[in-house]
């Protein structure tokens, strides 16, 4: 059974940091790119950004260009997400995801499995 389970979120001020991490059993870790999306009260799934399965290419968002950065460990088989210089409207569940395809995609949709997700909440 695969099971992705996402941690270190809460509440932060603005300007502050937060690192997400996301452990994976079940599958072969190093098999899959990983992703991170979010969704906001009221609002769609949008993506964040992913990392390929060697973790040397990653594709960002433009939301979170210049302020997250993506990492993986496939030897813990986690994925991690830095969140520096949040803003109010980074405000969300974030989930991270599974997958299984070459390249890396945008759509939520095309991701084999998904985390419950973790709350991150940023205070203005």
């Known amino acids: 059974q695969v099971q992705l389970v996402e941690s270190g979120g809460g509440l932060v001020q603005a300007g502050g940091s937060l690192r997400l991490s996301c452990i994976a059993s079940?599958?072969?870790?190093?098999?899959?790119?990983m992703g991170w999306f979010r969704q906001a009260p009221g609002k769609e799934r949008e993506f964040v950004v992913a990392?390929?399965?060697?973790?040397?290419?990653?594709y960002h968002a433009d939301s979170a260009k210049g302020r997250f950065t993506i990492s993986r460990d496939n030897a813990k088989s986690t994925v991690y997400l830095q969140m520096n210089s949040l803003k109010p409207e980074d405000t969300a569940v974030y989930y991270c995801?599974?997958?299984?395809?070459?390249?890396?995609?945008?759509?939520?949709?095309?991701?084999?499995?998904w985390g419950q997700g973790t709350q991150v909440t940023v205070s203005s």
């Open positions: 990392i390929d399965r060697s973790g040397g290419g990653t």
């Open positions: 079940g599958l072969t870790f190093g098999s899959y790119n």
């Open positions: 995801a599974a997958d299984r395809a070459l390249g890396l995609r945008t759509r939520g949709y095309v991701y084999d499995y």
